[in-house]
């Protein structure tokens, strides 16, 4: 079965960095895009990025262009998040997600805080 | 962006009854390949959300056929007939036509009575 497994979330400082790490298993890792998908405590769901299933193309949401980068690794079929120049607004859980126009797996998510 | 407006925000079904949620989109969701990218999501308290429905009217696997979607380029419905206890949660609808981004909705809570 389709499981997806976010890790590398905790409490960071602002201005600080962080990657997130999504482990992919049950299905064919490298024939799908692959997608991040957070949402802020209490509220509803926003976008961050989304990545080719050979990484040619990448985009992310302009809340988060030029801090945040999106990559996999198709042989280790991983998918991660680089999150860099981190502000209160970014605390939220992140949930990697199979596809983009359709997401339709999601992980549990990882929840990232932003504080001092 | 796209906006994504639901309505209503929060909805109050009695058991059995059928509940029925509105989503517009501020630009028409066709995209240039003929699809229509409208997806609908239900998240339960402490869980990631689960795709429901997807270009509009599909159902994925599992989905009970209670679940039903409809609409077309901007205005967009679903419908849950005999609502059940375990339907309760949030539904989300969402847009994977136009980027930047692909949007969501603000949610709507559903609440079994």
């Known amino acids: 079965q389709v499981q997806l497994v976010e890790s590398g979330g905790g409490l960071v400082k602002p201005g600080g960095s962080l990657r997130l790490s999504c482990a992919a298993s049950?299905?064919?890792?490298?024939?799908?895009?692959m997608s991040w998908i957070r949402q802020a405590p209490g509220k509803g769901l926003e976008w961050v990025s989304y990545?080719?299933?050979?990484?040619?193309?990448?985009n992310d949401a302009d809340s988060v262009k030029g801090r945040f980068t999106i990559s996999r690794d198709n042989a280790k079929n991983s998918l991660y998040l680089q999150m860099n120049s981190l502000r209160a607004e970014d605390t939220a859980v992140y949930y990697c997600?199979?596809?983009?126009?359709?997401?339709?797996?999601w992980g549990q998510g990882t929840l990232v805080t932003v504080s001092s | 962006d796209v906006v994504m407006t639901q309505s209503p925000l929060y909805l109050p079904v009695t058991l059995g009854q059928t509940a029925s949620i509105s989503c517009r989109s501020s630009?028409?969701?066709?995209?240039?390949?003929?699809?229509?990218?409208l997806n609908w999501f239900r998240q339960r308290p402490g869980q990631s959300p689960r795709r429901l429905i997807y270009?509009?009217?599909n159902r994925d696997s599992g989905v009970p056929d209670r679940f039903s979607g409809s609409g077309s380029g901007t205005d967009f419905t679903l419908k849950i007939s005999r609502v059940e206890a375990e339907d309760a949660g949030v539904y989300y609808c969402?847009?994977?036509?136009?980027?930047?981004?692909?949007?969501f909705g603000q949610g709507t809570k559903l609440e079994i009575k």
């Open positions: 270009k509009i009217s």
């Open positions: 630009q028409s969701l066709v995209y240039s390949d003929g699809n229509t990218y």
């Open positions: 969402m847009q994977g036509t136009h980027w930047p981004p692909y949007t």
């Open positions: 049950g299905f064919t890792f490298s024939d799908f895009y």
């Open positions: 990545i080719s299933s050979s990484s040619t193309y990448r």
């Open positions: 997600a199979r596809g983009s126009r359709e997401p339709d797996y």
